[in-house]
């Protein structure tokens, strides 16, 4: 909360620094007698409204050279800055600006050399545009700028800013969540781990009691080793009681610090006593349920009864491809029914009965029932060569995925039947003695004989493999997380740089202007040009025609639709075009480099400029602000000097528009007048001088837009950074929320589709239920009769079946009566998927008992 708030902060902060706008005054001291009409007076009257900054300065206007102690020291009297507006005759200082001629206050020039030159070469666009009070108004903006500007503008520092402080709180926030997860989880589990814990100490007397009960009717080396692996659950049991108290001591906090585990060494004795409290559930649940079947207890029938569940249920998988290979199919049918006979045995005693003669049986019914799973193994692996082939194995990578294949159906099957007890099952089949060298005993061998046929069912591919490992899954979001967005803001950094370092400050960007020529008139005599020498049909005859509003807007206008690149004037301009003899305004001389240009003496232009705005203002005076002497906003002149033979060349214009900062391209290029193009010869002969004016407006155009634009102070490295981080931040925000939301709703939607199960779930439940004495009917009355075990085979499965039914019902029970918030995740789904799988079985099951019966039933009635 505190980092968002800090984001906050920052995002309100930089909104205001890159938003705000200037308000404290610049005042301005005009020293007496300079020249271009700047004077106390007219400064201060171009400077009403415009001249403000975001923090106040005087500016001291002098014509003198600056002193030493002026420039090099920062000895400026009162004033914050000096601008001296003089020239050296031998130098125009138009291309390398002289930094000497501005002061700051206690401060050596050469500290801010840069922003002295900007300052000095503001003024010189300025007078070279014919201003003379705007000059020094748009050299106080850039001083406002760059010299008096405490705050940092560009949104390329503070977007970063805000954003990287808003990013930490969400990666904090988002591991926090992840440790309560975590913490809570572990909670959780060390709660079920007690839980184990507590129930293996309740029922230690209990497990204690069958052992000995059992060892009475033991030979010695079986007693002794139930009274060992008893010996084993005991000490296991008091060493996990201690444990526990010193784990709950760690995690309540209430443990000495001296003698309190690390964070890492918490979670690694957590997890071992979780997996201590497993084993010991299943060797307690082994040992007893050992000691049940060896000491002929009642309840050894249902040991068996689980024993025989799952292999029973996969040879009946097995026997529905009995055309596939019938003579092993009929040898599996009678290893079937003699298991279950056996498992009868031990249902026909009553308790004392049992009691009895189960005892002193039950080392032979374990031989026989061992033998029997031999011969289950053995026809199955029969079976398994039959269908093995070089389709379905066809080389030593597919033969170990087969067995891990084979592997997890085994241990699946059991799991669905014992709901999820697979270790125990084990144990058990260990601790009687069963297993012929695998695990799961013959239950492994059928479970191959389904998956080579599904292996040949599929073309020799095997069954799905199982979900990648963490670390596989881990790549994609290691790339996601990682590579990817650290690539895309590399990328946007380097592009963003290079264009701020390889062109100048929005140079290059898409120009606006919409508004087309507010006016034109005309200053001086068309007839002294030269007129077209054979124009077209479509063009004006005569360059007095071509000098009309209408044609000057349709030649723009056509100009804007052929080019990508152009655009009308972005304000109201009223144009007055100056047609000057230049016999009586300048000296000229032809260009030594080019034959189409004229070369004019800099010094003489600004005094011809002078002269043409007070001409121009003689016939209209609308032109000029009489205030400044300045052309006035909306107004601009365009000089045309004619030459002796009647062609001629274009002056800069001169405008109400100033320029402001370097950034500007308004009379930025003092050669453009000083070194004028002619035109009305040669080739250009038929072209009137209408067409050449709409050039020079969308020029002037161009320039306005680009005018009073403020220099970015930020290098193209600390621009690369900016866009690097911020990118960086915005693309790892969004993606972190963007799997939180897809995560959040692929559970939701999986969680949903699981209880959508369950509940079909008790569906089948129900109607399996229904039609249980039908069932009863089918298998104990009607194929129990056609038995060749006489009927005990046919009542051990229905007793089986109704077992596992019963489990299936309970399981789903205790499934829909957890709280909701434990409806959900894997371990949730993983048990809703194992009664899923058993409710299926039982289902194919009561179907195949139907249809058998019936299949009996109609051969008995017609023969």
């Given at each position: 909360?505190s980092l968002?708030?800090v984001?906050?902060?920052?995002?309100?902060i930089?909104?205001?620094?890159v938003?705000?706008?200037?308000?404290?005054p610049i005042?301005?001291?005009?020293?007496?007698g300079l020249?271009?009409g700047?004077?106390?007076?007219?400064?201060e009257?171009?400077?009403e409204g415009i001249?403000?900054g975001?923090?106040?300065?005087?500016?001291?206007?002098?014509?003198r050279?600056?002193e030493?102690?002026?420039?090099s020291?920062?000895?400026t009297?009162?004033a914050?800055i000096m601008?001296?507006i003089g020239?050296?005759?031998?130098?125009?200082d138009?291309?390398?600006h002289?930094a000497?001629?501005?002061?700051?206050?206690?401060?050596?020039?050469?500290?801010?050399y840069?922003?002295?030159a900007?300052?000095?070469?503001t003024?010189v666009?300025?007078?070279t545009l014919g201003?003379?009070?705007?000059a020094?108004?748009g050299?106080?903006?850039?001083?406002?700028?760059l010299?008096?500007?405490?705050g940092?503008?560009?949104p390329?520092?503070?977007?970063?800013?805000?954003?990287l402080?808003m990013?930490?709180?969400i990666?904090?926030?988002?591991?926090?969540?992840?440790r309560r997860?975590?913490e809570?989880?572990?909670?959780?589990?060390?709660?079920?781990?007690?839980?184990?814990?507590?129930r293996?100490v309740?029922?230690l007397?209990?497990l204690?009691?069958?052992?000995e009960?059992a060892g009475?009717?033991q030979?010695?080396?079986q007693?002794a080793?139930?009274q060992?692996?008893w010996?084993?659950?005991?000490?296991?049991?008091?060493?996990?009681?201690r444990?526990?108290?010193?784990?709950v001591?760690?995690?309540?906090?209430t443990?000495?610090?001296?003698?309190?585990r690390?964070?890492?060494q918490?979670?690694s004795?957590?997890?071992?006593?979780?997996a201590?409290t497993?084993?010991l559930?299943?060797?307690?649940d082994?040992l007893a349920q050992?000691?049940?079947?060896?000491?002929?207890?009642?309840?050894?029938?249902?040991?068996?009864d689980?024993?025989?569940?799952?292999?029973?249920q996969?040879?009946?998988e097995?026997l529905?491809?009995?055309?596939?290979y019938?003579?092993?199919?009929?040898a599996l049918?009678a290893?079937r029914?003699?298991?279950?006979?056996?498992a009868q045995?031990?249902a026909?005693?009553d308790?004392?009965?049992?009691?009895?003669?189960?005892i002193?049986r039950h080392?032979?019914l374990l031989r026989?029932?061992?033998?029997?799973?031999?011969d289950?193994?053995?026809?199955?692996?029969?079976?398994s060569?039959?269908?093995?082939s070089?389709?379905?194995?066809p080389n030593?990578?597919?033969v170990?995925t087969?067995?891990?294949?084979?592997?997890?159906?085994?241990?699946a099957r059991?799991?669905a039947a014992t709901?999820?007890?697979?270790?125990?099952?084990?144990?058990?089949?260990a601790?009687?003695?069963?297993?012929h060298?695998?695990?799961?005993?013959?239950l492994?061998a059928t479970?191959q004989?389904l998956?080579l046929?599904?292996?040949?069912?599929?073309?020799?591919q095997?069954?799905?493999?199982p979900?990648?490992?963490t670390?596989?899954?881990?790549?994609?979001?290691?790339?996601?997380?990682?590579v990817?967005?650290?690539?895309v803001s590399?990328?946007a950094?380097?592009l963003?740089s290079?264009q701020?370092?390889d062109?100048?400050?929005q140079y290059?960007r898409?120009?606006?202007?919409?508004?087309?020529?507010?006016?034109?008139q005309?200053?001086?005599?068309?007839?002294?040009?030269?007129?077209?020498?054979q124009p077209r049909e479509?063009?004006?005859?005569?360059?007095?025609?071509?000098?009309?509003?209408?044609?000057?807007?349709?030649?723009?206008?056509w100009?804007?639709e052929?080019?990508?690149?152009g655009?009308l004037?972005?304000?109201?301009?009223?144009?007055?075009?100056?047609l000057?003899?230049?016999?009586?305004?300048?000296?000229?001389?032809?260009?030594p480099?080019?034959?189409?240009?004229?070369?004019i003496?800099?010094?003489d232009?600004?005094?011809?400029?002078?002269?043409v705005?007070?001409?121009?203002?003689a016939?209209?005076?609308?032109?000029?602000?009489?205030?400044?002497?300045?052309?006035?906003?909306?107004?601009?002149?365009?000089?045309?000097?004619?030459?002796?033979?009647?062609t001629?060349?274009?002056?800069?214009?001169l405008?109400?528009e100033?320029?402001?900062?370097v950034s500007s391209?308004?009379g930025?290029y003092?050669f453009?007048?000083?070194?004028?193009?002619?035109?009305?010869?040669?080739d250009?002969?038929?072209v009137s001088?209408?067409?050449?004016?709409?050039y020079e407006?969308?020029?002037?155009?161009?320039?306005?837009?680009?005018?009073?634009?403020?220099?970015?102070?930020?290098s193209?490295?600390?621009v690369?950074w900016?866009?690097f981080?911020?990118?960086?931040?915005?693309?790892?925000?969004v993606?972190?929320?963007?799997?939180?939301?897809?995560?959040a709703?692929r559970?939701?939607?999986?969680?949903?589709?699981?209880r959508?199960?369950?509940?079909?779930?008790?569906?089948?439940?129900?109607?399996?239920?229904l039609?249980?004495d039908?069932?009863?009917?089918?298998?104990?009355a009607?194929?129990?009769?056609?038995?060749?075990?006489g009927?005990?085979?046919?009542?051990a499965?229905?007793?089986?079946?109704?077992?596992?039914?019963v489990?299936a019902w309970r399981?789903v029970?205790?499934?829909e009566?957890l709280p909701?918030r434990e409806?959900?995740?894997?371990?949730?789904e993983?048990?809703?998927?194992?009664?899923?799988?058993?409710?299926?079985t039982?289902a194919t099951?009561?179907?195949?008992?139907?249809?058998r019966a019936?299949?009996?039933?109609?051969?008995?009635?017609?023969?």
């Amino acid at each position: 909360m505190s980092l968002a708030g800090v984001s906050v902060v920052l995002g309100a902060i930089g909104l205001q620094q890159v938003t705000a706008q200037p308000t404290e005054p610049i005042t301005f001291v005009v020293d007496e007698g300079l020249p271009h009409g700047i004077t106390q007076e007219s400064v201060e009257a171009a400077a009403e409204g415009i001249a403000r900054g975001h923090e106040p300065f005087t500016l001291h206007v002098v014509e003198r050279e600056l002193e030493w102690d002026e420039y090099s020291n920062g000895e400026t009297g009162d004033a914050d800055i000096m601008l001296s507006i003089g020239d050296d005759p031998e130098d125009p200082d138009l291309s390398l600006h002289d930094a000497t001629r501005v002061a700051f206050a206690g401060e050596d020039y050469g500290d801010d050399y840069s922003t002295a030159a900007s300052i000095r070469e503001t003024f010189v666009n300025n007078r070279t545009l014919g201003h003379g009070p705007h000059a020094i108004i748009g050299a106080a903006l850039t001083s406002a700028d760059l010299k008096f500007d405490p705050g940092i503008r560009t949104p390329l520092l503070w977007a970063p800013l805000a954003a990287l402080p808003m990013f930490i709180a969400i990666l904090v926030m988002y591991r926090w969540v992840g440790r309560r997860r975590d913490e809570r989880a572990r909670y959780r589990a060390f709660g079920e781990s007690q839980l184990r814990l507590a129930r293996a100490v309740l029922e230690l007397e209990t497990l204690q009691l069958r052992v000995e009960v059992a060892g009475v009717q033991q030979d010695r080396p079986q007693h002794a080793r139930l009274q060992n692996d008893w010996k084993r659950v005991r000490e296991l049991t008091r060493e996990l009681a201690r444990t526990e108290q010193s784990l709950v001591a760690d995690l309540d906090r209430t443990s000495p610090p001296l003698k309190a585990r690390t964070a890492e060494q918490l979670e690694s004795d957590l997890q071992q006593f979780a997996a201590d409290t497993l084993d010991l559930q299943r060797r307690a649940d082994v040992l007893a349920q050992a000691a049940e079947v060896r000491s002929g207890h009642a309840g050894s029938r249902s040991v068996l009864d689980r024993l025989a569940l799952p292999l029973l249920q996969s040879i009946d998988e097995v026997l529905a491809h009995h055309d596939r290979y019938p003579a092993e199919a009929r040898a599996l049918q009678a290893h079937r029914a003699r298991l279950l006979a056996i498992a009868q045995e031990v249902a026909d005693h009553d308790a004392d009965e049992l009691a009895a003669g189960l005892i002193s049986r039950h080392g032979d019914l374990l031989r026989r029932w061992n033998a029997v799973e031999q011969d289950i193994r053995t026809t199955a692996q029969r079976m398994s060569r039959r269908v093995a082939s070089p389709k379905t194995i066809p080389n030593a990578a597919h033969v170990r995925t087969l067995n891990e294949s084979v592997d997890e159906r085994a241990r699946a099957r059991v799991s669905a039947a014992t709901a999820g007890a697979t270790d125990s099952f084990t144990g058990l089949r260990a601790a009687l003695g069963l297993g012929h060298g695998a695990d799961l005993g013959p239950l492994q061998a059928t479970e191959q004989v389904l998956e080579l046929i599904d292996r040949h069912a599929g073309h020799g591919q095997s069954t799905p493999p199982p979900p990648p490992s963490t670390a596989a899954s881990g790549i994609p979001y290691g790339l996601l997380l990682g590579v990817f967005p650290l690539l895309v803001s590399l990328g946007a950094g380097f592009l963003v740089s290079s264009q701020v370092e390889d062109s100048h400050i929005q140079y290059g960007r898409t120009l606006t202007g919409d508004r087309p020529l507010a006016g034109l008139q005309v200053y001086g005599d068309p007839a002294a040009l030269a007129g077209p020498v054979q124009p077209r049909e479509t063009d004006p005859q005569t360059q007095a025609d071509s000098l009309d509003l209408d044609y000057v807007r349709e030649r723009m206008a056509w100009s804007l639709e052929h080019s990508d690149e152009g655009a009308l004037l972005p304000a109201d301009v009223e144009v007055t075009v100056a047609l000057l003899p230049s016999e009586r305004y300048i000296d000229y001389a032809p260009d030594p480099e080019y034959d189409h240009r004229i070369a004019i003496d800099y010094w003489d232009l600004l005094e011809a400029q002078q002269q043409v705005k007070q001409d121009v203002a003689a016939e209209f005076p609308e032109v000029l602000d009489p205030r400044t002497g300045d052309v006035a906003l909306g107004q601009a002149i365009l000089p045309v000097w004619i030459l002796e033979d009647g062609t001629y060349a274009f002056d800069n214009f001169l405008t109400g528009e100033f320029s402001v900062g370097v950034s500007s391209r308004l009379g930025a290029y003092a050669f453009t007048g000083t070194e004028p193009t002619v035109y009305g010869t040669g080739d250009m002969a038929d072209v009137s001088i209408g067409w050449w004016i709409s050039y020079e407006l969308e020029d002037l155009g161009r320039a306005m837009e680009y005018n009073h634009l403020t220099v970015d102070q930020v290098s193209p490295a600390a621009v690369f950074w900016a866009v690097f981080f911020s990118a960086w931040t915005g693309i790892l925000t969004v993606i972190m929320l963007g799997l939180a939301v897809v995560e959040a709703g692929r559970r939701r939607v999986g969680t949903a589709a699981v209880r959508r199960q369950l509940a079909g779930l008790r569906t089948d439940l129900e109607q399996l239920a229904l039609g249980l004495d039908l069932s009863r009917l089918d298998m104990v009355a009607v194929l129990g009769l056609d038995s060749a075990t006489g009927g005990r085979a046919e009542q051990a499965d229905q007793r089986l079946y109704e077992s596992a039914l019963v489990t299936a019902w309970r399981e789903v029970d205790a499934l829909e009566r957890l709280p909701r918030r434990e409806q959900r995740g894997e371990a949730w789904e993983a048990r809703v998927r194992h009664v899923r799988r058993l409710v299926t079985t039982l289902a194919t099951q009561q179907a195949d008992v139907a249809r058998r019966a019936d299949a009996l039933l109609r051969s008995q009635r017609f023969g």
